[in-house]
């Protein structure tokens, strides 16, 4: 009988993701644009917002803007969303991401590619049958 592998998973906590967002905030330049990609970077964009003010949240990506997300995996997503002169701020980025980050709080480790990064706001029961959102 093969034994599935196990995934190895980190749990940030709203303290933990709270205190990266607040360094991140302070290296933003006064009055910037930001846009958070759905779902996880639109919630980085918001919590963002309430810790700095002065920052023009948009619900749409435009040049010139910070593009936010929570995690940069591989980088297809940041590259869905480049326009010209925008910058991407992401809390993590793995090592294996094919598109530049301007600003992170943390660069994942070549030895740390298979880590499952679980947010706080992410529902671990997502695919587990019984669950509503599976539909099962």
Same mark, same amino acid.
């Given at each position: 009988?093969?034994?599935?592998?196990?995934? $190895?998973?980190?749990?940030?906590?709203?303290?933990?993701? @709270?205190? $990266? &967002?607040?360094?991140? *905030?302070? /290296?933003?330049? /006064?009055?910037? @644009?930001?846009?958070?990609? &759905? $779902?996880?970077?639109?919630?980085?964009?918001?919590?963002?917002?309430?810790?700095?003010?002065? &920052?023009?949240?948009?619900?749409?990506?435009? *040049? *010139?803007?910070?593009?936010?997300?929570?995690?940069?995996? @591989?980088?297809? @997503?940041?590259?869905?969303?480049?326009?010209?002169?925008?910058?991407?701020?992401?809390?993590? $980025?793995?090592?294996?991401?094919?598109?530049?980050?301007?600003?992170?709080?943390?660069?994942?480790?070549?030895?740390?590619?298979?880590?499952?990064? /679980?947010?706080?706001?992410?529902?671990?029961?997502?695919?587990?049958?019984?669950?509503? /959102?599976?539909?099962?």
């Amino acid at each position: 009988m093969d034994k599935e592998p196990r995934i $190895r998973i980190y749990k940030v906590t709203w303290e933990e993701l @709270t205190s $990266r &967002l607040e360094t991140l *905030a302070k /290296q933003l330049p /006064q009055d910037a @644009t930001i846009f958070g990609i &759905l $779902r996880g970077g639109h919630i980085i964009a918001g919590m963002l917002s309430f810790i700095r003010p002065d &920052l023009k949240l948009r619900l749409a990506p435009l *040049a *010139a803007t910070w593009t936010i997300d929570d995690i940069a995996d @591989t980088g297809a @997503t940041l590259a869905k969303h480049r326009l010209p002169n925008n910058k991407f701020l992401t809390v993590f $980025r793995r090592w294996s991401c094919s598109e530049k980050v301007d600003l992170v709080s943390y660069q994942l480790p070549q030895v740390q590619e298979d880590l499952w990064i /679980q947010f706080p706001y992410d529902n671990p029961d997502y695919d587990k049958p019984g669950t509503r /959102q599976s539909g099962a």
